[in-house]
Nanobody, 123 residues
Framework: QVQLVESGGGLVQAGGSLRLSCAAS????????MGWFRQAPGKEREFVGA????????YYADSVKGRFTISRDTARNTVYLQMNSLKPEDTAVYYC????????????????WGQGTQVTVSS
């Protein structure tokens, strides 16, 4: 089993920055992809971005491209989501997820999920 724990959420002003962390524990494999998703109350879950554990190639939703950056620390089994130039519409619960092989935008294709961390962006 793989366990994922998100942290780093909080309240920030529009234009500010946050860095979310996703720490993985248990048995992990280098062929996994790590994804970030977000969901606001009453809204559909949305793909944010993903990173391949091996090689570090990244993918982003158009809504966050240029503002958010995903990275990983293989020694710590941790994935980061650096969020800059935050907007009120970025307010959501942010989740990290893991799946074997390659990254996708479909949440149903991910095998493991963290509990989420709340990000609130005030105007």
């Amino acid at each position: 089993q793989v366990q994922l724990v998100e942290s780093g959420g909080g309240l920030v002003q529009a234009g500010g920055s946050l860095r979310l962390s996703c720490a993985a524990s248990g048995r992990t494999f280098s062929s996994y992809a790590m994804g970030w998703f977000r969901q606001a109350p009453g809204k559909e879950r949305e793909f944010v971005g993903a990173i391949h554990w091996s090689g570090g190639s990244t993918y982003y939703a158009d809504s966050v491209k240029g503002r958010f950056t995903i990275s990983r620390d293989t020694a710590r089994n941790t994935v980061y989501l650096q969020m800059n130039s935050l907007k009120p519409e970025d307010t959501a619960v942010y989740y990290c997820a893991a799946r074997a092989f390659r990254a996708t935008m479909a949440g149903d294709e991910y095998d493991y999920w963290g509990q989420g961390t709340q990000v609130t962006v005030s105007s």
